[in-house]
């Protein structure tokens, strides 16, 4: 359940929203914290897939035949995005559901019906975030779809589905309120879980785009998927732990930092940022779908 990491980093998440709100900070200083974060905790906590596929295979696992299944795996994935934009986009949308629904989770994982939750979970948050924020998603989607769709549609619709995505968690936690021992190995995870979900909202609802999306997926997201291999590698819980696992990660993260860097330097010399994010946002997702085949095999211990 990883308590402990989770209260630290909903104190840190307390704490970037009273030092925005206080220094104000400007659209250049968010984006260049964005893009700090990402370089030193996103891209590397989905640079382990191969050692996360060696440890729990041991000596059945070849590097070569993982590589190049990996690597099939992105090239598929790009050829949906080429061909059908809206299909690709679909798909990535439910399999982030699932992969943040399951980091987020702090109840069960052994039965279809906890995965089920957690992923509906998973998808009424991405589908919160991104309607929430639509005013800048609307020119990734544009761009990515390829449709005929006018941009004024996607807005109207945008603003239908953010109410019933609050609602559709509302009602999700109301119902795991009555069925707790079924949801959670000790009924006090329930309110735990409850208090996470609010301090996730409040702060995406009150903190501007760049800093929620540093903190949660820079943050939150990469830092307890990290937890989560550091546990299943055994590797002690300090710094010589965590550098230790960061230095696992150094050689796919140096590969991915590469291509980061094209990307920003395209971002730099371009008049239309917006083209540049939607090629940095297609290039995370490709690697979304090998990274979720492997990273949802890892399980923790019951607290």
């Given at each position: 359940?990883?308590?402990?990491?989770?209260?630290?980093?909903?104190?840190?998440?307390?704490?970037?929203?009273?030092?925005?709100?206080?220094?104000?900070?400007?659209?250049?200083?968010?984006?260049?914290?964005?893009?700090?974060?990402?370089?030193?905790?996103?891209?590397?906590?989905?640079?382990?897939?191969?050692?996360?596929?060696?440890?729990?295979?041991?000596?059945?696992?070849?590097?070569?035949?993982?590589?190049?299944?990996?690597?099939?795996?992105?090239?598929?994935?790009?050829?949906?995005?080429?061909?059908?934009?809206?299909?690709?986009?679909?798909?990535?949308?439910?399999?982030?559901?699932?992969?943040?629904?399951?980091?987020?989770?702090?109840?069960?994982?052994?039965?279809?019906?906890?995965?089920?939750?957690?992923?509906?979970?998973?998808?009424?948050?991405?589908?919160?975030?991104?309607?929430?924020?639509?005013?800048?998603?609307?020119?990734?989607?544009?761009?990515?779809?390829?449709?005929?769709?006018?941009?004024?549609?996607?807005?109207?619709?945008?603003?239908?589905?953010?109410?019933?995505?609050?609602?559709?968690?509302?009602?999700?936690?109301?119902?795991?309120?009555?069925?707790?021992?079924?949801?959670?190995?000790?009924?006090?995870?329930?309110?735990?879980?409850?208090?996470?979900?609010?301090?996730?909202?409040?702060?995406?609802?009150?903190?501007?785009?760049?800093?929620?999306?540093?903190?949660?997926?820079?943050?939150?997201?990469?830092?307890?998927?990290?937890?989560?291999?550091?546990?299943?590698?055994?590797?002690?819980?300090?710094?010589?732990?965590?550098?230790?696992?960061?230095?696992?990660?150094?050689?796919?993260?140096?590969?991915?930092?590469?291509?980061?860097?094209?990307?920003?330097?395209?971002?730099?010399?371009?008049?239309?940022?917006?083209?540049?994010?939607t090629l940095l946002f297609i290039s995370l997702s490709v690697l979304?779908?090998?990274?979720?085949?492997?990273?949802?095999?890892?399980?923790?211990?019951?607290?």
């Open positions: 359940m990883q308590l402990k990491l989770r209260i630290y980093l909903i104190l840190f998440a307390i704490v970037l929203f009273l030092l925005n709100s206080v220094l104000k900070l400007n659209i250049t200083t968010q984006i260049s914290f964005l893009i700090f974060v990402l370089i030193i905790f996103g891209v590397p906590h989905g640079a382990l897939d191969l050692y996360i596929d060696q440890h729990l295979h041991k000596s059945e696992s070849n590097q070569g035949k993982f590589l190049l299944k990996y690597i099939a795996n992105i090239l598929c994935y790009s050829l949906v995005w080429y061909f059908s934009p809206i299909a690709a986009l679909i798909i990535f949308i439910l399999i982030t559901a699932f992969h943040f629904g399951e980091i987020d989770w702090m109840g069960k994982t052994n039965l279809l019906i906890h995965k089920i939750i957690y992923t509906f979970i998973g998808f009424s948050w991405i589908l919160f975030l991104l309607t929430k924020n639509i005013d800048f998603a609307i020119n990734i989607f544009l761009k990515m779809g390829r449709t005929n769709i006018k941009e004024v549609e996607l807005v109207t619709l945008a603003h239908k589905i953010y109410p019933i995505t609050v609602i559709a968690l509302i009602v999700i936690y109301a119902f795991l309120f009555f069925f707790k021992e079924v949801f959670f190995i000790k009924k006090v995870h329930y309110y735990y879980s409850l208090i996470q979900l609010f301090v996730l909202m409040l702060f995406t609802l009150f903190t501007p785009l760049w800093i929620c999306f540093a903190f949660y997926f820079g943050f939150w997201h990469s830092l307890l998927s990290f937890d989560k291999i550091r546990i299943s590698f055994n590797i002690t819980n300090t710094f010589d732990g965590w550098k230790r696992l960061l230095v696992k990660a150094a050689p796919f993260s140096f590969m991915a930092w590469f291509g980061f860097a094209y990307i920003t330097f395209l971002t730099l010399s371009s008049k239309d940022a917006s083209g540049i994010f979304a779908l090998p990274h979720l085949q492997v990273f949802t095999k890892l399980k923790l211990k019951p607290d």
